[in-house]
């Protein structure tokens, strides 16, 4: 944890310049320059966005990257490491592959990790053992609040620690701040919220889930918090994010925000980009942690004016209606983030690379939440999470009425008609609906989801899901996902 006089010296720069590489090297010129944050012969590691096989804006800008490690480097850094866990289920292996990244950082001079240690499930005859000793002597499990984490060691060890955030629009938090770029440090399993059937309506009701994740996020950032932050908003994704998404628009600023304290450069981002403080749990509950500075009097603010360089940016949807989907209703109840969140990728997801699908599967609708209405004459019932599988056990929808043939008597007197209507009446049977597909999980997993949509309605309905699907099984490989497992990692 930093020093309690570092946090009160808390320094944002605002810089604005022509290209990112430029703008970062003006903005830690701002701050004080780089030897200002690292010695000779220090250790660096640098955590950047790496989300997914793609490249910016899913994840951090390379151009950046290679402004920073050639400035590290004339500061006389020692080693210089790079690395990030990804979504879960992915490993850094296949993202490196695709994007060669670790040819990349050695020709820049530094070193990209294999967190997860997947550089090594190729190997022939590797066994369990082997990779269970393997996690041993990469990571260390730190206890902090009555939580433990398994963290990396090259993290722990290192003399400095830098992060590169790439800012985004995010579904529960407006923006991707370097608060949440922290959290990616730890293995996705130690970023999941535990859940479990027994708990209540109140967990949703006051959305227990939100809560629980900041106070994981903040303890993972209070385990080892960085030396020097760079909010990359040179270019920013708005509208849908923090991914690639077909409503997605790419906003060019041409400012980066830097700072040495995390919560303090969040705070100074947020006031830059208009969105409100004041509530902002994540902040507040950081602040209140002694963690940052929040008071912008307090905060030494250095380059560009806030006010002059004011920017509006479109945030992702607020409800998930508002993702208008061809062919979906979409009916919430009440919804914690977790499953809010996962949902809003999946729509987007499905708005993104199903078009065609979409178009040939009409009258579909989507329950989320607790208690989420009825849908009325539609084909197919997709009920995404465990609270809305529950609280629909008893709903029509999940019944189809059975109607008895009419008579063929031709005439009959209004006395006999009416004990014939009687009769069929009496024989009116329910059976069950089989148009209904359900979406467990306490969140659901989003490729979980996608396997389940794609067996519903079949590989000749759903060309589009069938490429994804292709994609998908070459990217998260199930003997690597295993190996992962076994590492404890997911």
Same mark, same amino acid.
């Given at each position: 944890? &930093?020093?309690?006089?570092?946090?009160?010296?808390?320094?944002?720069?605002?810089?604005?310049?022509?290209?990112?590489?430029?703008?970062?090297?003006?903005?830690? %010129?701002?701050?004080?320059?780089?030897?200002?944050?690292?010695?000779?012969?220090?250790?660096?590691?640098i955590?950047?966005?790496?989300?997914?096989?793609?490249?910016?804006?899913? &994840?951090?800008?390379?151009?950046?990257?290679?402004a920073?490690?050639?400035?590290?480097?004339k500061?006389?850094?020692?080693k210089?490491?790079?690395?990030?866990f990804?979504?879960?289920?992915?490993?850094?292996?296949?993202?490196?592959?695709?994007?060669?990244?670790?040819?990349?950082?050695?020709?820049?001079g530094? !070193?990209?990790?294999?967190l997860?240690?997947?550089?090594?499930?190729?190997?022939k005859?590797?066994?369990?053992d082997? $990779?269970?000793?393997?996690?041993r002597?990469?990571?260390?499990?730190?206890?902090?609040?009555?939580?433990?984490?398994?963290v990396?060691?090259?993290?722990l060890?290192?003399?400095k620690?830098?992060?590169?955030?790439?800012?985004?629009?995010?579904?529960?938090f407006?923006?991707? $701040?370097s608060?949440?770029?922290?959290?990616?440090?730890?293995?996705?399993?130690?970023? !999941?919220?535990?859940?479990? !059937?027994?708990?209540?309506?109140?967990?949703?009701?006051?959305?227990?889930?939100?809560?629980?994740?900041?106070?994981?996020?903040?303890?993972?950032?209070?385990?080892?918090?960085?030396?020097l932050?760079?909010?990359? $908003?040179?270019?920013?994704?708005?509208?849908?994010?923090?991914?690639?998404?077909k409503?997605?628009?790419?906003?060019?600023?041409?400012?980066?925000?830097?700072?040495?304290?995390?919560?303090?450069?969040d705070?100074?981002?947020?006031?830059?980009?208009?969105?409100?403080?004041?509530?902002y749990?994540?902040?507040?509950?950081?602040?209140?942690?002694?963690?940052?500075?929040?008071?912008p009097?307090l905060?030494?603010?250095?380059?560009?004016?806030?006010?002059?360089?004011?920017?509006?940016?479109?945030?992702?949807?607020?409800?998930?209606d %508002?993702?208008?989907?061809?062919?979906?209703?979409?009916?919430?109840?009440?919804?914690?983030?977790?499953?809010?969140k996962?949902?809003?990728?999946?729509?987007?997801?499905?708005?993104?690379h199903?078009?065609?699908?979409?178009?040939?599967n009409?009258r579909?609708?989507?329950?989320?939440?607790?208690?989420?209405? !009825?849908?009325?004459?539609?084909?197919?019932?997709?009920?995404?999470?465990d609270?809305?599988?529950?609280?629909?056990?008893?709903?029509?929808?999940?019944?189809?009425?059975?109607?008895?043939?009419?008579?063929s008597?031709?005439?009959?007197?209004?006395?006999?008609?009416?004990?014939?209507?009687?009769?069929?009446?009496?024989?009116?049977?329910?059976?069950?609906?089989?148009?209904?597909?359900?979406?467990?999980?306490?969140?659901?997993?989003?490729?979980?989801?996608?396997?389940?949509?794609?067996?519903?309605?079949?590989?000749g309905?759903?060309?589009?899901l069938?490429?994804?699907?292709?994609?998908?099984?070459?990217?998260?490989?199930?003997?690597?996902?295993?190996?992962?497992?076994?590492?404890?990692?997911?």
């Amino acid at each position: 944890m &930093n020093k309690e006089s570092e946090i009160k010296n808390a320094e944002v720069a605002i810089v604005k310049d022509n290209t990112p590489k430029s703008t970062i090297l003006k903005g830690i %010129e701002a701050i004080g320059g780089i030897s200002k944050f690292i010695k000779e012969g220090d250790q660096i590691f640098i955590k950047f966005n790496l989300n997914l096989p793609t490249a910016f804006p899913t &994840n951090t800008n390379f151009d950046v990257l290679e402004a920073l490690i050639t400035t590290c480097k004339k500061a006389g850094a020692g080693k210089i490491f790079l690395g990030s866990f990804p979504f879960k289920s992915i490993s850094i292996n296949s993202i490196s592959t695709t994007l060669n990244l670790e040819a990349y950082f050695r020709n820049l001079g530094a !070193e990209f990790v294999y967190l997860d240690n997947s550089n090594l499930f190729n190997k022939k005859n590797i066994k369990k053992d082997q $990779l269970e000793k393997i996690s041993r002597e990469s990571f260390s499990m730190v206890a902090i609040n009555e939580k433990e984490f398994l963290v990396p060691k090259v993290i722990l060890d290192s003399d400095k620690f830098i992060v590169v955030n790439q800012v985004n629009v995010n579904p529960l938090f407006k923006l991707n $701040l370097s608060l949440l770029n922290s959290y990616s440090m730890v293995p996705p399993k130690y970023q !999941e919220i535990e859940t479990n !059937e027994s708990q209540d309506d109140n967990y949703v009701a006051l959305d227990q889930y939100k809560k629980d994740l900041i106070s994981n996020m903040l303890d993972v950032f209070s385990i080892k918090q960085p030396d020097l932050i760079i909010n990359d $908003l040179f270019y920013l994704l708005e509208r849908s994010g923090p991914c690639i998404y077909k409503d997605s628009y790419l906003q060019k600023t041409g400012i980066m925000v830097l700072g040495n304290n995390a919560v303090s450069t969040d705070l100074i981002t947020l006031k830059l980009l208009n969105i409100e403080t004041q509530g902002y749990k994540l902040i507040l509950d950081a602040h209140q942690r002694g963690l940052g500075i929040i008071d912008p009097k307090l905060i030494t603010l250095v380059g560009e004016d806030i006010e002059q360089n004011s920017i509006f940016v479109e945030l992702c949807a607020s409800k998930l209606d %508002e993702i208008n989907l061809k062919n979906f209703i979409i009916n919430s109840g009440q919804i914690c983030s977790g499953c809010f969140k996962q949902a809003y990728h999946l729509l987007n997801l499905m708005k993104t690379h199903m078009i065609k699908d979409l178009k040939y599967n009409p009258r579909n609708a989507l329950l989320v939440g607790l208690n989420p209405g !009825e849908p009325e004459r539609f084909d197919n019932v997709l009920l995404f999470g465990d609270c809305a599988i529950r609280s629909t056990n008893n709903c029509n929808f999940r019944r189809i009425k059975i109607i008895p043939k009419k008579s063929s008597t031709k005439k009959k007197s209004s006395k006999k008609s009416r004990e014939i209507d009687l009769q069929n009446k009496k024989k009116i049977k329910f059976k069950t609906n089989k148009n209904i597909l359900e979406l467990p999980g306490c969140p659901p997993e989003i490729t979980d989801c996608l396997n389940l949509i794609f067996k519903y309605y079949g590989k000749g309905n759903l060309p589009n899901l069938s490429l994804l699907n292709n994609f998908l099984k070459i990217l998260i490989d199930p003997k690597s996902k295993e190996k992962l497992r076994i590492t404890g990692v997911i």
